[in-house]
C-alpha cells in the first residue's frame, strides 16, 4: 500500500474545493448512502463515498483525474441521501472548475488546421474560448 504524503500543495487544493462548494467534507463518516443511490456509480472510477475520503486524505489530483466529476450526472441524490447534508453535487461541480481553470485542453486557435476550422460547428470555438477567459 502507497504511503500517505500530506502536502502543503494538497491541503490548498482542499481548501480550495471547500472553499468553491461551500461544503465540509471533514464532515463526512462514510456511511456509504450517497454510493448507494447514485445512478451513475457504476461507471465511475472513483464512487463518491471513496471520493470524499480522498479528498479528506488530501488526495485532490486523485479524485480530479479520475471520471467521477465527469460522470456526475448533478442529479442531488448523493446530496439529499447524505446525513451529514453535505450537498456532495456541489463539491463535484468544484473539482470540475478546478479541473477546467487549469486550462488543461487549452485551444490554440493558430494550431487548428484549416480543414478542421471548416467543419467544426462555431459554437464549439466559442464554448473553448470562453473557458479560457478568465
Known amino acids: 500500500m502507497s504511503e500517505l504524503k500530506?502536502?502543503?500543495?494538497?491541503?490548498?487544493k482542499v481548501d480550495e474545493v471547500i472553499r468553491i462548494s461551500g461544503q465540509n467534507i471533514?464532515?463526512?463518516?462514510?456511511?456509504?448512502?450517497?454510493?448507494?443511490g447514485c445512478p451513475s456509480a457504476?461507471?465511475?472510477?472513483?464512487?463518491?463515498s471513496q471520493a470524499m475520503k480522498f479528498l479528506q486524505?488530501?488526495?485532490?489530483?486523485?479524485?480530479?483525474?479520475s471520471n467521477t466529476p465527469w460522470v456526475c450526472l448533478s442529479c442531488f441524490i448523493c446530496s439529499v441521501r447524505c446525513?451529514?447534508?453535505?450537498?456532495?453535487?456541489?463539491?463535484?461541480?468544484?473539482?470540475?472548475?478546478?479541473?477546467?481553470?487549469?486550462n488543461f485542453d487549452y485551444v490554440h486557435p493558430n494550431k487548428i488546421q484549416e480543414e478542421e476550422r471548416e467543419i467544426l460547428p462555431p459554437i464549439a470555438f466559442v464554448s473553448a474560448f470562453r473557458k479560457m477567459t478568465p
Do not use: F, W
Open 26 to 36: 471533514y464532515s463526512c463518516y462514510q456511511c456509504g448512502k450517497c454510493t448507494s
Open 83 to 102: 446525513p451529514k447534508g453535505i450537498d456532495i453535487a456541489a463539491i463535484m461541480e468544484a473539482l470540475r472548475l478546478m479541473k477546467l481553470r487549469t
Open 57 to 65: 486524505l488530501g488526495e485532490v489530483e486523485k479524485v480530479s483525474e
Open 6 to 12: 500530506v502536502t502543503e500543495s494538497n491541503l490548498e
Open 42 to 48: 457504476g461507471l465511475m472510477d472513483i464512487v463518491p
